[in-house]
Structures are given as C-alpha cells and as structure tokens.
C-alpha cells in the first residue's frame, strides 16, 4: 500500500497561474479532504469529499476549486494563484469523516506552494 | 476564532524525563479528540484519540487527559525519547458522523527531546 500519495512535492508559480495539486489513495476510502497548513495558524480545511461525485466546502475553500470523479482522485485545482495560497497543501484520506474511535485521516506528505 | 488552542508553540524536554503538551478548546459540542505527531517534510500521522466519555485513554507511553469542566486536554509522553521530536497537532470534533463533522486543529507545540 502506498497510502495517500501527493504531487507534486514543491512548486512555485507566478501570480495569475493556474495549476492542479494532485492526491491519490490505495486504501478504499470514501472520505477525502484537502488542507492547508500557515504558521501559526494549523491545519485548516479547504474542501472534502464523502464519496465519489460528492464535494463540500471547508473552512478555507476561496480559491480552490475540487472535483472526486473517482474513489482514488482527489485533485485540488487552484484557477488563479495568489501569493496569499503560498503554503504547505495536505490531502488526507479516512474510512469514515476520520473523527470516530477506529476512524482516523490518513495523510499525504504535503505539497510545498510558493507564489511569486 | 481559534476553537483549538495550543498556548505553547515550543517545548524543551530531557530524554528519559515527561513531556507535557497542552490543549484548551472553546467548543462545549466537540466530543471527540485526537493527537497527531508531524516531523518535518512528512504529513501528520494519527498518534492516539480520546472521547468525551472517558477521562483518560493510554497507549504505550503516550496517554492523553481530558478534562471537560476545563475545556482541556493534555497528551502525556513518558520516557520521552529524542525520537518524540517533532510538532503535536491537537484536534477536536463532534461526535455526530455525518458530512458535516469535521476536524479542527490546533496551531502545534513543537516538542524537542534533549538527549
């Protein structure tokens, strides 16, 4: 098992850019979400996935724009990059919503986001 | 408004001694806590969860306290080892299942273990 694979690692786009973050899981789970991760600020919620062809916004969604075509995908595409999105991007994956005794997120090793 | 709150951003412990990590929440409806341990260049990994009808749950070293008059848990780590280095992210939830359940962390304590 791979787990909860993320590309790509780094990246660096000017402002204006558009460009797709992807994710990818082995594990057969339904739950899927993206985060972001800011200094001083944690891990924050941009939009998540219940199942394939079902998407919901996070705490943090402008910006980002997500669609769950298959069980395994997850991309997270940002149409306009803006030096305010540079940040360290997460995907996690869970059985369930991950929040239950026995369910927990699985993580992906993050993507590195600078824009210039 | 920070629901999840971690006061300490850094903390030094001797190897073989206890480590403390501290968390407040503001939420009186989260019923459900976990911890997560993230090194660097890595995504955070689960490390142990509690729920609001226990007080106390442990595994291995690692035990974590709730206290909800308080509104306040603590992760325990006893012996510490230079291996425990590393962020802790505190995270709460409520217990409903559903959609709209949803996990919110705090800002991290990085823990360094001083061999």
């Known amino acids: 098992n791979a787990g909860v694979t993320q590309t790509p690692k780094f990246q660096v786009l000017k402002t204006g850019q558009s460009m797709t973050l992807q994710c990818a899981q082995d594990?057969?789970?339904?739950?899927m979400s993206w985060y972001r991760q800011d200094p001083g600020m944690g891990l924050r919620l941009i939009h998540y996935s219940v199942g394939a062809g079902i998407t919901d916004q996070g705490e943090v969604p402008n910006g980002y724009n997500v669609s769950r075509s298959t069980t395994e995908d997850f991309p997270l595409r940002l149409l306009s990059a803006a030096p305010s999105q540079t940040s360290v991007y997460f995907c996690a994956s869970s059985r369930g919503t991950g929040t239950g005794d026995g369910d927990t997120q699985y993580f992906g090793p993050g993507t590195r986001l600078t824009v210039l | 408004d920070q629901q999840v709150k971690q006061n300490s951003p850094s903390l030094s412990v001797q190897e073989g001694r206890i480590s403390i990590l501290n968390c407040d929440y503001t939420?009186?409806?989260?019923?459900?806590f976990l911890w997560y341990k993230k090194y660097p260049a890595e995504g955070p990994t689960f490390l142990i969860s509690i729920s609001s009808i226990k007080d106390k749950n442990e595994d291995g070293r690692f035990t974590v306290f709730l206290n909800k008059s308080a509104k306040h848990l603590s992760l325990h780590i006893v012996p510490s080892q230079p291996g425990d280095s590393a962020v802790y992210f505190c995270a709460a939830s409520g217990l409903r299942g559903g959609a709209t359940n949803k996990l919110i962390f705090g800002t991290g304590t990085l823990l360094a273990v001083q061999p």
């Open positions: 939420n009186s409806m989260f019923d459900y």
């Open positions: 594990m057969n789970h339904e739950y």
